[in-house]
C-alpha cells in the first residue's frame, strides 16, 4: 500500500479528534445561542441537506480541477468557518454552518477520491479501511475530549477546535500528496463518456447505490428511532453508550483485518452479505426489548457494516473509470449519507404511527436491499476499459500503462 495512504490515514485521525462540533450542535444552539427547539431543529436539518450535496458535488469539482486541489479549498474553507463560528452574529449562523457542512462534504468526497486515485485497483479495499480505522479511532475519542472541553471551558472552543483541524488537515495533505505539474484543469481523455453513460454501462454499480440508500435509511436508525425505542422500555442512556461504544470497538479493531482476509473475495457478495446482516440486526429487536436483544442488534449491525461499507467503498472505486472518479465517488459518498437527512424523518413518522411496525419494515428493507445485491453480482462486470487515458491525483492526463 502506498505510503501516502498511511500519512492521509495519519491525517484523517487527528482532524477526526477535533472534529466534533457537530456532536453538540444542537446543544450550542438551544444553550449558549439561545435559540428555540425548532429553530435549531431547521438550522440542523438544512445542515444536513448541505452535507449530503457536498458529499454529491465533491467528486464533480475534482473531476475539473484535480481531487487534490480540491480537498485542499474545501478544507481551508471549511476551517476558516468553523474558527468563525464563536465570533458570528446568531442570524449569521442560518448561512455559516450550512456552507461548512457543503464544503465539509465536498472534502469527505474528495478525499475518497484521492485515496481511489493513489492506490491502484485491487489493494483499494485495505486501503479504504486503514482511512476507515484511522476516522473511527478519532471519532472514538473525539467526543470524550469534546464533552471536557465544552463542560469545563466552552462550546466556543469545539469550533475553533474543529476549524483549526480542518486548516490542519489541508497543510498535512498539501504536504504528503505533493503536486507535480498541476494543470488548473483536468482534461478528459478521448473517446471519453460522461458519468451517466459510464453509469447506465455498470448497472451493478447502480444496482449497488440504490441498495446502499435504503440501507443507510435503515442503518441510521440505531442514531434516532432506536435509542427512543430503549427508553421506551425502560433502558437507560447508558446502555446506549455502551452499545455505540460496541460499534466503535469492533470496527477499530475488526475493519482492517476483515478488508484484508475478503480482499479475493467477490465484493458485491460480501457487500450483500453485510447488508442481510444489518436486516438481522433490526430483526433481533422482534425478540423483544431488553439489554440482551439490544445487544444482539448491535453486534449484528456492527458486522454487516464492518463488511459491507469499506467493500463497496472500493467496488466504486475499481468500477470507475479515471476520467469520472470523483463522480462516482461522489456518487457513493451522498448515497451513502442520505438516511442522514431520511432516517430521522421517515422512522419517526413509522414508529410514532405504528411502533411496532418499525424494526420488521427495517429488516424487510435491509434484506431486500442484500438479496438483490447479491443478486446482482451473479451479472458479469465490466472493468475499467485500455482505451482510457489515466489522470492521477492532481487532474492530469498521463498515458495509460500496459495491462490496466
Known sequence: MPRTVWLLAAGTFVNMVVSVSFVYLFLYLTGPRGL?????????????????MGNFTGGWYGDRFGHRRVLLAAATTSGLLLAA????????????????????????????????????EGVRRPA????????????????VLGALVATRFSYDWLY?????????????????????????RA??????????????????????????????????QQYSTFPLFLADHGLSTRLYGALL???GGVLLCLELPTALALRRRSPLRVVGCGLLLVAAGYGALL????????????TLLTLGELLYKTTATAYVADQAPEHVQGRFQSLYAGASISGMVLAAPLGGAVYEAAPGLLWPLCAVLGAAAGVVVLAVGRLPTRRRGARYERQDVVGRSVEPTPGT
Open 36 to 52: 428555540g427547539v425548532r429553530e435549531a431543529g431547521l438550522l440542523s436539518g438544512v445542515g444536513g441537506i448541505g452535507l449530503v
Open 85 to 120: 463560528v464563536p465570533v458570528l452574529p446568531t442570524a449569521a449562523l442560518f448561512l455559516a454552518l450550512p456552507l461548512c457542512e457543503y464544503t465539509s462534504g465536498v472534502q469527505r468526497a474528495a478525499n475518497s477520491a484521492l485515496v481511489a486515485a493513489v492506490v491502484p
Open 128 to 143: 479504504f479501511a486503514v482511512v476507515r480505522a484511522a476516522a473511527n479511532g478519532g471519532f472514538t475519542v473525539g467526543p
Open 160 to 184: 475553533v477546535a474543529d476549524g483549526l483541524g480542518s486548516l490542519g488537515l489541508a497543510c498535512w495533505t498539501a504536504r504528503v500528496v505533493p503536486a507535480h505539474g498541476v494543470r488548473r
Open 187 to 220: 482534461q478528459s481523455p478521448r473517446g471519453a463518456r460522461g458519468v451517466w453513460p459510464e453509469l447506465l454501462s455498470r448497472p451493478a454499480v447502480l444496482v449497488l447505490l440504490a441498495a446502499i440508500v435504503v440501507i443507510d435509511l435503515v442503518y441510521r
Open 245 to 247: 461504544a460496541i460499534n
Open 287 to 298: 425478540l423483544g426489548a431488553g439489554a440482551a436483544t439490544a445487544v444482539a442488534m448491535m
